[in-house]
């Protein structure tokens, strides 16, 4: 079965407001529809560069989460990603385990390193040490989730027999999905995640970082790889009013059916059965609302089993 899970708009990168409200809509929204889980970017201060444009009002991840988890009840809730360098990790660990408890165990951690030098910058951070503290967090917040009293070392912390509770609910921990396509990040996904959630990718380029994170996962000794769920950018041409022509047609965007096709061919030429659909470019929350029942009516059921 083929799996989707929904990108909420908590930025304002989709080219409308973001809003407390339009957050919580689309979440219980995503919710009634059936999609499995629902995640929220991250973003703490950013310059004036195009690069930085849509994310220069982001709502805090795990608070918009949390928020979340109050409407609703069954859908998994998670972070896409989160930026590890940024926060304290022992802070940012107590924070998974208290949602993961207040939502009876629908937590996910989606991390990534980062990409904004001039965020790591105003943040006191160093950007150049951004892969060894992701690697370094993630060991940590895993002795922070098991039994108290909890002890580590590493290079930026060290402590020994304290204790941090709650625990999460979901054992070990919550599922770790690490995004990025470097071979740094791949090596990351490799080691610590259950899922790899690579940006939206071309064919070609995701077969082969897909098989390089299979023969890491080897060279390491870990009997199953982790799961492959990549990001798919859809705007519905009928929705938003934009015809667009098959000779120079973005993958997910066109006619429900031209993007039926789209996530077919992935399917068939890379056996991909999981999709993070991120909508883009809407105008509006309504539109977004749309969009999210086109793809339920008339773009999953016609993907091919």
């Known amino acids: 079965m083929v799996k989707y899970s929904f990108r909420l708009p908590n930025a304002d990168y989709l080219g409308f407001e973001a809003s407390a409200q339009g957050i919580l809509d689309t979440a219980v929204k995503a919710e009634e529809l059936g999609f499995d889980a629902v995640f929220v970017n991250d973003h703490v201060i950013v310059d004036d560069g195009a690069r930085s444009e849509p994310w220069r009002q982001v709502y805090d991840p795990l608070m918009s989460l949390a928020y979340v988890a109050s409407r609703t009840s069954t859908i998994k809730l998670g972070t896409s990603v989160l930026i590890m360098p940024y ?86 921990h919550p599922p770790i999905w690490i995004g990025g396509s470097s071979h740094a990040s791949l090596r990351r996904a490799a080691r610590f995640a259950e899922v790899w959630q690579p940006t939206p990718t071309p064919l070609p380029t995701l077969v082969s970082n897909w098989q390089y994170l299979n023969d890491v996962s080897a060279e390491i000794g870990r009997d199953e ?81």
């Not at 150049?128 to 070392?153: I, M």
């Not at 950018?233 to 120079?248: A, T, W």
């Not at 991909?272 to 086109?294: P, S, V």
Request: proline share 7%; with cysteine.
């Open 87 to 172: 926060r304290n990790p022992v802070v940012t660990a107590k924070m998974v385990a208290t949602l993961d408890q207040m939502s009876d165990g629908r937590a996910i951690v989606g991390v990534g390193s980062g990409w904004n030098e001039t965020e790591y910058a105003a943040l006191d951070l160093p950007h150049r040490e951004r892969g060894a503290r992701t690697n370094e967090y993630l060991r940590l917040w895993k002795a922070c989730w098991e039994p108290d009293p909890v002890s580590f070392s590493g290079r930026f912390f060290s402590f020994d027999g304290l204790y941090t509770s709650p625990k999460p609910v979901q054992q070990p």
């Open 225 to 305: 790889p982790p799961r492959v769920r990549m990001s798919f950018r859809v705007n519905i041409s009928s929705i938003s009013g934009h015809s667009v022509s098959d000779s120079d047609r973005p993958t997910g965007y066109g006619t429900t059916d031209q993007i039926v096709s789209d996530i077919n061919r992935y399917r068939q030429e890379s056996g991909l059965d999981e999709f993070q659909i991120n909508c883009h470019d809407c105008g509006n929350l309504q539109q977004l609302l749309d969009t999210m029942d086109a793809l339920v009516q008339d773009v999953f059921p016609k993907v091919d089993e």
